[in-house]
């Protein structure tokens, strides 16, 4: 069956960290961009960061540059998502999201998508 699985997310402090995972099973995530994305109540899916298959080209949307950090460990078949200096504007349901491509790509093009995990930044 493939799927792909987030894990790390939860309550945290304004200020503070959290590593989520996206683990990939049913297939290998060697050949495919990954994706972060997250939905605020009420807005838009919207892009985080994307690590290509190729050269592992990273992409970092505005609002997360310096803070965050896209990493993916092909032995274990994870992507990883540090993310430090938390904000309450981070508050969302964090989703990864696979697509075979050595490239990020647009949201409709991805094949793959996680079940999400939820991140609370609230003091």
């Known amino acids: 069956q493939v799927q792909l699985v987030e894990s790390g997310g939860g309550l945290v402090q304004p200020g503070g960290s959290l590593r989520l995972s996206c683990t990939a099973s049913?297939?290998?995530?060697?050949?495919?961009?990954i994706g972060w994305f997250r939905q605020a109540p009420g807005k838009e899916r919207e892009g985080v960061s994307c690590?290509?298959?190729?050269?592992?080209?990273?992409y970092y949307a505005d609002s997360v540059k310096g803070r965050f950090t896209i990493s993916r460990d092909n032995a274990k078949n994870t992507v990883y998502l540090q993310m430090n200096s938390l904000k309450p504007e981070d508050t969302a349901v964090y989703y990864c999201?696979?697509?075979?491509?050595?490239?990020?790509?647009?949201?409709?093009?991805?094949?793959?998508w996680g079940q999400g995990t939820q991140v609370t930044v609230s003091s």
């Open positions: 049913g297939f290998t995530l060697d050949y495919y961009a």
């Open positions: 999201a696979a697509v075979r491509s050595y490239a990020c790509s647009p949201i409709p093009l991805y094949d793959y």
């Open positions: 690590m290509g298959s190729g050269d592992d080209s990273t």
